[in-house]
């Protein structure tokens, strides 16, 4: 086996959530969707353009040496991909369906690369690639880049960019001199408010205990009710939407203060921001006067707490764990909250077209989720051209409770966009 070399501190935190998960969970980290296909395009293009964007980056061809579970590391990239594109006959099923069926499998980190695909077809012509990517190749916004090299490779493969930096780059720099600083700031950041937090949680009712329940709320109307808020913030919509959530949160909690996990993209720009590897860190942030019915006011003092914790969102997991050990009764935090962001999509007039699809009203539903890692009560938001949803996987609280946080955050955006 070739030397291996450090993980990247995002590819370390994905490690540190699945390395102990028993073999019925191992398919967790796993995500899946269906790529439409350009009309006309066929099965020997489609596998020359998956052979391009593996042979792309080298996130796609990376295995691991995790035979010491302390001391994961990422094997030099192999110089090809194996995978020969199986293609699916299907005229019924629906693609989404499919393609999650296959994430439903899980990886051998050591001895597989951390991704699969295969070609639907109906009645032989290609329509759909079906793409399953473990979480430790690839993150939203890493998702996102491979569909739109992939779409380009299928149309026209000489404008893609230049070769991008493979994940062993990062780990890298995040391991010099100036890497090891950055990661001395941000356990200091980590230090500090975990010393100032306050340790109310949210109600653990009797008859939820060891259960999780999923809920999504999609509503057209809170979209434009937090754009509406987030311009008379001056602040982004997430900061909007992460306000009306810590404000339900901080409610059921009875608390001003909350402390509170976020989803750290950790792509601001320059080298990295166009990386396909996995970035996404937890970081911690205390919000003050949570419970502040003034929406606006509340948002501007999300939006800076926001900026504080992401400033710090590279960071060594091991290391926080290791400070958490030295500081009994550390609080946990009260919940976490994800603001999914992805690259913008460039048009392709190779696309099939698609019409607006109307506003939708608020309804919420509920699903098994797919995987339950991550914190106790975490919602993921999305914004999408006709809708926002709010997701939320908690565990320990109920559906009664959960549906109770979804609407409230729902009412705090239509009742602040209302007000002026």
């Known amino acids: 086996m070739s030397e291996a070399e450090p993980l990247s501190l995002g590819q370390l935190s994905v490690w540190q959530d699945i390395r102990s998960l028993p073999d019925a969970r191992r398919h967790e ?3 899946a969707v269906a790529w439409p296909l350009p009309r006309g395009v066929d099965a020997p293009q489609v596998r020359a353009a998956v052979r391009a964007i593996a042979a792309r980056h080298p996130s796609l061809r990376t295995r691991y040496d995790i035979r010491d579970a302390d001391a994961p590391g990422q094997l030099p990239p192999d110089a090809d991909c194996q995978d020969a594109l199986p293609a699916i006959e299907d005229t019924s099923a629906a693609p989404a369906g499919l393609a999650a069926e296959l994430a439903r499998e899980p990886f051998d980190l050591s001895g597989q690369h951390g991704w699969r695909a295969r070609l639907l077809t109906r009645s032989g012509i ?3 690639l079906l793409f399953v990517k473990h979480h430790i190749a690839a993150d939203a916004w890493a998702q996102e880049l491979l569909h739109q090299d992939f779409r380009q490779a299928l149309t026209d493969p000489g404008q893609l960019s230049p070769l991008p930096p493979g994940p062993a780059d990062l780990a890298a720099e995040q ?4 890497g ?4 001395a700031a941000a356990l200091d950041h980590w230090s500090r408010l975990l010393d100032r937090a306050p340790t109310a949680g949210l109600p653990r009712p009797a008859d939820a205990a060891g259960g999780v329940v999923q809920g999504t709320l999609h509503s057209g109307p809170a979209r434009p009710a937090a754009q509406a808020v987030a311009e008379r913030a001056r602040v982004s919509v997430a900061s909007v939407v992460l306000a009306a959530y810590v404000r339900s949160v901080a409610r059921m909690c009875g608390t001003d203060a909350l402390l509170v996990q976020l989803m750290s993209a950790n792509r601001f720009g320059g080298r990295w921001k166009n990386l396909v590897t996995s970035m996404n860190q937890w970081v911690p942030a205390l919000i003050e006067a949570a419970r502040n019915d003034d929406l606006v006011k509340l948002a501007d003092a999300v939006h ?6 992401v400033r710090h969102g590279m960071h060594d997991v091991t290391a926080v764990a290791a400070l958490r050990a030295r500081m009994p009764g550390a609080p946990e935090a009260a919940c976490a909250f994800n603001y999914v962001a992805v690259p913008d999509r460039a048009p392709l007039d190779a696309l099939p077209h698609r019409e607006p699809a109307p506003a939708h009203p608020p309804v919420l ?8 890692i991550g914190p106790r009560c975490y919602a993921r938001a999305l914004e999408s051209d006709d809708a926002l949803t709010v997701r939320l996987t908690a565990k320990d609280l109920g559906q009664e409770w959960c549906a109770a946080l979804l609407w409230d955050l729902h009412e705090s955006l239509l009742t602040a966009a209302g007000s002026h």
């Open 365 to 372: 539903t509920w699903e098994e989720p797919f995987t339950t």
């Open 180 to 183: 090891l600083r950055r990661q």
């Open 29 to 31: 980290p796993n995500n």
């Open 304 to 309: 800076w707490s926001s900026l504080g914790a």
């Open 175 to 178: 391991h010099s001199a100036a």
């Open 126 to 128: 290609p329509s759909h």
